[in-house]
């Protein structure tokens, strides 16, 4: 079985309930490797996934781009930050951007990460010249739970991130290999997946279950002026065909003006391992091709 991130969270919640490296920085306590030279890239990775989620994208991009890739504080060994998650990386990532030369970057998350870009285009317009977003939507919930709103997912999301966090290690990482083995069509990557999430601090995962599952854009994002590209992984073992899929993604980015919506064929959640050819080659094509 093939699921986007609307099925990554789906199984998540039934299951709980039943390129040379030019230097290394930090942002507060995220960990962020830098590369290339020229305009300025950050690429924000998902749940509990290190930096090396998005290396694909990086290696294509540092050509002729510098590339920041983070590890978000909190996962795959990093050090979490006390308080809100979301509020925390988003202040963080938008303080780094505002430090680098241009003061503004293209912008790329993976699914929380791609959460994380909406915000900081919302929030810090001005620092985000291009956004790509690669399965994510502004409120999850809403695709699994029709007529769904922030506040009647609180009882839910407050209970998956009590289970998260009372997991037995042996149950969680069991939970852990099934889920995330329905997350991609490349099976040499889940032990890595794996890893990274028991490398992950479980109250920073349940936190950040809860706020995104609390978190609703839909409306917001109609302040958005930022050129935006929105990714869509669809496979052929999906329950639904690639035009309703690509129907549902658009749905919840209705108010999002300056966007492209697209599918990318014979992928599950993890884009940049299932595809890497055709994603780099679709964000090519909308940030800006290198020239040599």
């Known amino acids: ?50 930096g090396a989620a998005m290396q694909p994208i990086a290696d294509d991009l540092a050509k002729c781009y510098r590339t920041h890739t983070f590890t978000l504080a909190g996962f795959a060994g990093q050090p979490a930050n006390p308080g809100p998650q979301l509020e925390g990386w988003e202040r963080s990532i938008a303080d780094y951007i505002a430090h680098l030369e241009s003061g503004k970057a293209i912008v790329i ?30 409120f999850l919930p809403a695709a699994m739970v029709p007529g769904a709103t922030a506040e009647a997912m609180r009882p839910q999301a ?28 490349h099976a040499e990557a889940v032990a890595t997946l794996v890893d990274w999430s028991l490398a992950s601090d479980r109250t920073a995962m349940a936190d950040a279950y809860y706020e995104m599952f609390t978190t609703d854009l839909r409306d917001s994002v109609a302040a958005i002026r930022t050129p935006t590209l929105v990714l869509v992984p669809w496979d052929a073992s999906q329950r639904q065909d690639a035009a309703t899929t690509l129907e549902l993604y658009c749905g919840q980015y209705e108010k999002l003006p300056h966007d492209e919506v697209k599918v990318v064929k014979g992928s599950c959640h ?16 909308f940030v800006g091709k290198c020239d040599h």
């Open 1 to 50: 079985m093939c699921t986007s991130m609307r099925g990554f969270w789906t199984v998540f919640a039934l299951l709980m309930f039943g390129a040379l490296v030019l230097h290394e920085a930090r942002a507060n306590d995220n960990h962020v490797e830098v590369s290339g030279k020229g305009p300025d890239v950050v690429l924000i990775p998902g749940l509990a996934s290190a």
């Open 109 to 138: 998350g993976h699914s929380l990460g791609g959460f994380l870009g909406l915000k900081l285009a919302v929030d810090h317009a001005d620092r985000v010249q291009h956004l790509v977003v690669l399965d994510a939507l502004p």
């Open 158 to 185: 407050d209970g998956m991130r009590k289970a998260i966090t009372a997991q037995p290690p042996d149950a969680f990482k069991a939970m852990q290999q099934q889920t995330l083995a329905t997350m991609t069509t």
């Open 270 to 285: 993890f884009l940049t391992f299932d595809q890497p050819i055709a994603t780099n080659w679709a964000i090519e094509q």
